[in-house]
């Protein structure tokens, strides 16, 4: 049933396609032709709507810089500052001239005030008044208040007892100019007024243009030839319904507007930041693409003639390949319940979409890992864990080599939260508080000046790069105050910051990570809030430090665990030669013996060896090692006296524990198996050292811990499969397999054969 409803839904679908390509070819049809007239008037009306641009941006341009030229000129200097009485008549004739000059038919200007509020006049076509007896005194007074010192703004005559203009046009457009000029103090206003009538002629020239308007930049209408309209929001006439369309400074969209549908054209000023808009009918201008009705009736009957001939070949071939990837998936997939309800089709998609999911859980767990990996790379490039190749190795890897290369000199800096004592902070998480800090400091400097940014023991540490090797103080104090600063502001605390001396190899970053410690500790004498450069502290010289070969110890205390005699020796021949070759005097490599025996001592405690068992009865082990003055001396005194012993004592204590460990770890093990247990839980468990189990489950068993783990779920796993009824996916989901794909491609690479098949093979049956 399930082929056969895949087949009929082909060639349901096959016969629809018959008709596809006629109906493609007459809606391409009417939409290019469409297109094209379309396309050919918006070219037009954008045409239009310049013309009509430059045409008013002339007579505002002219207006705005004679008005300019006239303030700015000698005569108006004077006038400005001169109460205009009788003595000052010829300047007074000589300033109505220069207003007369303005006014004119290409200008459009209909009216020139001047208003000086400190000498108390008036000027303007009616002449000269004073403004204390003037009724609209307090409206002038009022565009002192204007944000600039010249602007183009809309007047309403109604605001006004003395009319702005000659003419009956309701509404005024006036360039408002702040006097004086030339200084500071404003005291005087120049208006000049365009009546909107006379813009509105001459925006009224296309006769395709249902509408053409000016607004200004917060599209409120300035000309229109409506008078009622001027002044409203152009969302408020409901011409559209909101300014979305208007995101470039020209442009076109589409509206519907009054249940029609419109065209819109647009062009914002440079000048004055106005909009020049037009509204066009769409529906006069796509009445001829309509005209293909009878062709596309002709194609359709021709084409599903023909093609009905073919459909039942043509669907068998196209469904053999969805027969086989089936088949395919079903051998190599569990057969679940639910893909029964499915058919070919949908069985495919639902495996691909669980391939895709895999995959992007997969990508989004390996992007986490190596997050985590590179801030453990740079916490332990600090505390000097890594050797030069090491760092090399590591800086590639985290793709951090492009950063470093053209990093000629590095600091360290150093970053604490001082002592917070408000409420406010005091309940402010602090991890929170370390993630806003670690933001705000990545975002304050560049990605390719820095490394990432780590957190080490309450402290926020940071490497900064520079590309040249000298003078970058500045830089580093500068990027450190803004920092600072940043931090203050956004999250209201006080943090303080401890800058290394400069170095130019990252396996400095050790020294100029104590540096910067050391610097922070001067908080004491300076106070809070406070950037410390470790030159000021250290007469400009690096710190001393003794690098004890902590690593070399440590895996020598590892081999002497294991009773590995020959590494052992060789780890103290090595430990001996870094020992001596970092220490500066005699003094210091006393120091670093006597930390060695005690370090080695308390192994000894720990692990519940007495002094008996090594052969130490009444001696001190201090004093013998400070009889010794030579390297080779003490190298043998730490094999004969205490290495060599309690290799003997924990090579006696191995044969008799290995068996009883590994036997206890597989017991955890069976016990265990459908949890998510790993080496380091069972070392919890046993006390033990996660590495040393691992080295004795190996040599007990000849598996490593995740072999014998692995080995024993698959054969729970063979166990269900042959003796229950749990699914493929519940079986892995049970062993802790995070997919079900995981589990089958391990099952199918040991027993070469999927978990379906095994159950078929072998499944018991009753």
Same mark, same amino acid.
């Given at each position: 049933m399930k082929n056969q409803s895949l087949l009929t839904k082909l060639i349901v679908f096959a016969s629809i396609i018959s008709i596809i390509p006629v109906i493609i070819v007459g809606v391409f049809s009417y939409y290019q032709s469409s297109k094209h007239i379309q396309e050919k008037v918006n070219q037009e009306k954008v045409e239009v709507i310049r013309q009509i641009q430059s045409?008013?941006?002339?007579?505002?341009?002219?207006?705005?810089?004679?008005?300019?030229?006239?303030?700015?000129?000698?005569?108006m200097e004077a006038v400005i500052r001169r109460p205009l009485l009788g003595e000052d008549f010829s300047i007074y004739r000589d300033l109505r001239q220069e207003l007369s000059n303005i006014r004119s038919y290409y200008t459009k200007v209909d009216e020139v005030i001047l208003l000086n509020f400190q000498e108390d006049w008036l000027v303007n076509n009616a002449g000269l008044s004073r403004l204390d007896e003037h009724p609209d005194k307090d409206v002038y007074l009022s565009y002192l208040d204007l944000e600039h010192n010249t602007t183009w703004?809309?007047?309403?005559?109604?605001?006004?007892?003395?009319?702005?203009v000659v003419s009956d046009c309701p509404n005024t457009i006036s360039l408002v100019k702040k006097l004086p000029p030339k200084r500071s103090a404003k005291y005087g206003l120049a208006f000049t007024n365009i009546s909107t009538c006379s813009l509105a002629e001459m925006i009224n020239v296309d006769e395709l243009s249902d509408e053409v308007m000016i607004t200004d930049e917060q599209f409120r209408i300035l000309v229109h030839?409506?008078?009622?309209?001027?002044?409203?929001?152009?969302?408020?006439?409901?011409?559209?319904?909101?300014?979305?369309?208007?995101?470039?400074q020209s442009g076109q969209f589409n509206v519907h507007s009054k249940?029609?549908?419109y065209a819109v054209t647009y062009q914002q000023s440079d000048f004055n930041q106005w909009y020049y808009i037009s509204f066009n009918s769409i529906d006069i201008l796509t009445s001829e693409s309509k005209k293909i009705? /009878?062709?596309?009736? +002709?194609? @359709?009957?021709? !084409?599903? /003639?023909?093609?009905? +001939?073919? @459909?039942?070949? !043509?669907?068998?071939?196209?469904?053999?390949?969805?027969?086989?990837?089936?088949?395919?998936?079903?051998?190599?997939?569990?057969?679940e319940e639910k893909d029964k309800q499915k058919n070919e089709l949908e069985i495919i998609e639902s495996h691909i979409n669980e391939l895709f999911s895999s995959n992007s859980s997969l990508e989004l767990e390996l992007r986490e890992h190596t997050q985590q990996l590179k801030s453990l790379f740079i916490t332990r490039l600090f505390t000097g864990h890594y050797k030069t190749n090491e760092i090399q190795d590591n800086l590639q890897y985290f793709q951090l080599e492009e950063i470093t290369m053209n990093w000629r000199e590095m600091v360290i800096c150093t970053l604490t939260v001082d002592n917070v004592d408000n409420q406010e902070l005091e309940s402010f998480d602090h991890e929170k508080m370390s993630f806003a800090i670690k933001n705000i400091v990545e975002e304050t400097v560049q990605k390719t000046k820095r490394f990432p940014v780590v957190w080490i023991d309450q402290i926020m540490v940071m490497v900064l790069g520079f590309d040249k090797q000298s003078n970058n103080e500045d830089l580093v104090y500068n990027l450190t105050e803004k920092i600072q600063t940043n931090i203050s502001q956004l999250l209201k605390i006080s943090?303080?910051?401890g800058i290394s001396l400069?170095?130019?190899?990252?396996?400095?970053a050790k020294r100029g990570y104590k540096e910067g410690i050391e610097a922070l500790k001067h908080r004491m004498q300076l106070g809070h809030g406070v950037i410390v450069h470790f030159s000021t502290v250290n007469s400009g010289k690096h710190t001393v430090l003794f690098d004890y070969p902590k690593r070399t110890e440590e895996e020598l205390v590892e081999a002497i665990k294991l009773a590995d005699k020959e590494k052992a020796a060789q780890l103290l021949s090595e430990w001996m030669s870094k020992a001596f070759k970092n220490t500066q005097s005699p003094k210091e490599y006393q120091v670093a013996m006597m930390r060695l025996l005690n370090n080695l001592l308390i192994i000894k405690q720990e692990s519940g060896i007495s002094f008996q068992q090594i052969n130490v009865q009444h001696s001190s082990l201090y004093e013998e090692l400070l009889d010794f003055h030579t390297k080779e001396q003490i190298e043998q005194w730490f094999t004969d006296r205490l290495i060599t012993p309690l290799i003997r004592v924990f090579h006696d204590r191995r044969e008799s524990q290995f068996q009883n460990l590994s036997e206890k770890m597989i017991d955890l093990i069976q016990k265990n198996y459908d949890?998510?247990?790993?080496?380091?839980?069972?070392?919890?468990?046993?006390?033990?050292?996660?590495?040393y189990l691992s080295s004795v489950f190996k040599q007990e068993t000849n598996y490593t811990f995740t072999e014998y783990l692995s080995m024993y779920r698959f054969t729970i796993a063979k166990q269900w499969l042959m003796e229950t009824n749990m699914t493929v996916k519940e079986i892995a989901e049970r062993l802790q397999y995070k997919n079900p794909q995981n589990f089958i491609r391990s099952f199918k690479k040991q027993e070469h054969m999927t978990p379906g098949q095994y159950r078929e093979k072998y499944k018991k049956t009753p």
């Open positions: 045409n008013v941006e002339q007579v505002l341009v002219t207006v705005h810089h004679t008005v300019s030229n006239t303030i700015d000129s000698s005569l703004i809309l007047l309403d005559e109604q605001q006004f007892e003395s009319p702005l030839r409506d008078p009622e309209l001027i002044g409203q929001s152009l969302v408020d006439t409901h011409y559209i319904d909101s300014l979305e369309g208007f995101t470039d249940n029609y549908p009705g /009878l062709i596309t009736f +002709l194609m @359709i009957t021709f !084409i599903v /003639l023909t093609c009905c +001939l073919y @459909i039942w070949i !043509i669907s068998k071939k196209l469904y053999s390949p969805v027969n086989k990837l089936v088949a395919y998936l079903e051998e190599r997939w569990p057969n943090v303080s910051i400069p170095f130019t190899e990252l396996k400095e949890q998510d247990i790993t080496l380091e839980e069972c070392a919890a468990h046993l006390h033990y050292n996660a590495n």
